[in-house]
């Protein structure tokens, strides 16, 4: 195998340490952020929730018209491969492994689809314990102005990027988004900036259902799958602002934070008010995680 790497970048056939690597001006998503992305944790070699995570991204890629140059049992190859590559010794063995396809490079700058263009591929992979899941963390809220197309894990994440920079400077680690109505509701919680919010309210876990205002998350799904296996109800269906500010629990989900509970939110003490079952939420997801990614 040789020498393993600190950490990993790559792009179409070639890698080398992140620092080393290059990509070309060209390239649309510089111009565009013209592609689509995944992400997600990594133990012992074995990359989690792999599967899932390759459907969103096919499926990603389909809606904005990309063809990737690559089957599904390829890529996953390709991804694995490049993981052993990386040395986590000194990260329980543990990586973040990101990638993206973009629609590749056009001369000169054209809006419209380059003819004839071969898609991009970039990696990364990056030594990094997994976040706590027990720790607790504050978030603000900002009204939702992005587009309508959010179910697609897009390169496109200037507002998100606004977003979670208005965060760290509150001293908060996320931010809710909401828009002002929708669905008939005042005040919509859609998700977060890099996460999906849910929250619990008299033993029932709340969740945005799939449309097009938030991501299909991989870690809302397994949210909703150990809410399932421990006989918690689940309710996919809007909720507003309010509502969530009154829950017993906020949680935040993400392929990083399989789920944190807020406590404050734009300053105010929030949830608290359920803690023995988030707790039972909690566990079930770490053993998820701990057992699909043993050897």
């Not at 949210?223 to 829950?247: G, H, K, Q, R, T």
Request: hydrophobic share 40%; proline share 3%.
């Amino acid at each position: 195998m040789g020498k393993l790497l600190k950490d990993l970048g790559y792009y179409n056939g070639k890698y080398d340490l992140i620092e080393n690597m290059t990509v070309p001006m060209t390239d649309r998503v510089c111009w565009f952020g013209d592609g689509v992305y995944e992400a997600t944790a990594v133990r012992n070699g074995v990359i989690y929730c792999l599967d899932e995570h390759i459907d969103r991204f096919y499926r990603s890629a389909s809606f904005i018209e990309i063809e990737i140059p690559y089957t599904k049992d390829e890529l996953k190859t390709l991804l694995s491969d490049l993981v052993l590559k990386v040395d986590t010794s000194e990260t329980n063995h543990e990586a973040f492994l990101y990638w993206q396809i973009t629609r590749g490079a056009n001369i000169p700058r054209n809006h419209v689809f380059p003819e004839n263009a071969k898609a991009s591929l970039w990696v990364t992979v990056t030594p990094r314990k997994l976040a706590d899941v027990y720790r607790t963390d504050k978030l603000i809220t900002r009204e939702d102005i992005r587009f309508y197309m959010c179910n697609i894990k897009t390169l496109c994440l200037l507002p998100n990027v606004l977003a979670a920079e208005a965060a760290k400077k509150a001293g908060a680690g996320e931010c809710v988004f909401y828009r002002s109505e929708a669905n008939g509701i005042k005040n919509r919680v859609t998700e977060g900036s890099h996460a999906n919010i849910h929250c619990i309210k008299d033993g029932v876990l709340h969740t945005a259902p799939l449309d097009n205002l938030i991501l299909p998350g991989i870690a809302r799904r397994n949210l909703i799958s150990a809410c399932n296996a421990l006989n918690i109800a689940v309710n996919e269906n809007p909720f507003s602002l309010e509502f969530l500010l009154d829950a017993d629990e906020i949680i935040l989900t993400s392929s990083s934070n399989f789920c944190v509970r807020a406590t404050h939110i734009d300053g105010v003490a929030v949830g608290g008010k359920s803690p023995e079952l988030l707790k039972k939420i909690q566990d079930a997801l770490v053993y998820d995680y701990m057992t699909k990614t043993s050897k």
